[in-house]
C-alpha cells in the first residue's frame, strides 16, 4: 500500500525538526524539499526526487540523514560535492 503524498510530506516535514522544511509532491510525482537552519542561515533546495524512491519508511530515513549531513556541512562543502 503506498502513501499517501499529504502523510509523507508530514513525514519527511516532521523528520527535520527543528529545521524550517517545506515539502511539496508535484502532479508528477516528484518530491522538493526546501531546508531552512535558523541558527546558521543555511537552506538547501533538492527537488525532483522520485515519490517511488521513498516507499518504505528507511528510504525516507536515509533520505533526511543525507539531507541534515548536507545541509549541517555548509555550501561550501554541497559546492564541492557537486563539482
Known amino acids: 500500500m503506498a502513501i499517501s503524498p499529504l502523510e509523507l510530506r508530514h513525514i519527511i516535514e516532521c523528520g527535520f525538526l527543528p529545521l524550517q522544511c517545506r515539502c511539496s509532491v508535484d502532479e508528477t510525482g516528484s518530491v522538493s524539499i526546501e531546508l531552512v537552519d535558523p541558527a546558521s542561515g ?17 528510504a525516507i530515513a536515509s533520505l533526511v540523514a543525507e539531507l541534515k549531513h548536507k545541509i549541517a556541512s555548509g555550501p561550501e562543502a554541497r559546492a564541492r560535492d557537486t563539482a
Open 42 to 58: 543555511n537552506n538547501l533546495v533538492v527537488s525532483g526526487i522520485p515519490v517511488s524512491q521513498l516507499n518504505t519508511s528507511r
